[in-house]
């Protein structure tokens, strides 16, 4: 089992930031993609970011230019950077990490902007 613990979230007011992180711990031999993921009330959820173990990256329009992913190996831990927050960007975030053949997800990090 893989275990998942996200931080950082919070309230911001429109134009801050702010950096969210997720370590992951458990029966870990070997992790592929680190992402980050949104869901907003009355919306499906949708993926922010993601990142391979070679540090590529992959971003959701939406966020691209303002959010930035990055990862830890050696602490199997994960961040987005998250700037120039705008009140669309309210959601929970979820961290999720693929130790193949599984994928695991956090608990959710709430992130409310208000304008």
């Known amino acids: 089992q893989v275990q998942l613990v996200e931080s950082g979230g919070g309230s911001v007011q429109a134009g801050g930031s702010l950096r969210l992180s997720c370590a992951a711990s458990?029966?870990?031999?070997?992790?592929?993609?680190m992402g980050w993921y949104r869901q907003a009330p009355g919306k499906q959820r949708e993926l922010v970011a993601d990142?391979?173990?070679?540090?590529?990256?992959n971003y959701a329009d939406s966020v691209k230019g303002r959010f930035t992913i990055s990862r830890d190996n050696a602490k199997n831990t994960v961040y987005v950077q998250m700037n120039s927050l705008k009140p669309e960007d309210t959601a929970v975030y979820y961290c999720?990490?693929?130790?193949?053949?599984?994928?695991?997800w956090g608990q959710g990090t709430q992130v409310i902007v208000s304008s």
């Open positions: 458990g029966s870990i031999f070997r992790i592929g993609v």
């Open positions: 990142i391979t173990s070679g540090g590529s990256t």
């Open positions: 999720t990490v693929r130790v193949a053949p599984s994928t695991y």
